[in-house]
């Protein structure tokens, strides 16, 4: 998903996508940026078209770390889950305990 597909997915408006985040997401975005930063470092790309080139194949490092992941858990990275959710579940919580 693009930045701007990803916070209408976690239904956020102008908040910051990575306040948002659940740890695992955070980690497999950062795997793809830390991807992306070691890519260019070997390929050293000097044109917008060879940049774009080591971030897609950044991202599909992420993704493919991330699908596999997926695969032995059965259980999906991406969550609608967001900070705003916090505060009404932990209300939820807290009433089940009375």
Do not use: C, W
């Not at 997926?70 to 209300?91: G, V």
């Amino acid at each position: 998903m693009t930045p701007s597909e990803y916070k209408k997915f976690k239904g956020l408006d102008k908040q910051n996508l990575r306040d948002h985040m659940t740890d695992l997401e955070l980690i497999f975005n950062m795997l793809g940026e830390a991807s992306t930063a070691e890519i260019e470092r070997v390929t050293n790309p000097d044109k917008f078209t060879e940049h774009k080139k080591a971030s897609r194949e950044g991202g599909k490092v992420a993704k493919v770390a991330r699908l596999r992941l997926e695969s032995k858990t059965k259980r999906k990275i991406i969550s609608k889950e967001n900070y705003l959710d916090a505060p009404e579940r932990q209300k939820r919580i807290g009433q089940k305990k009375t």
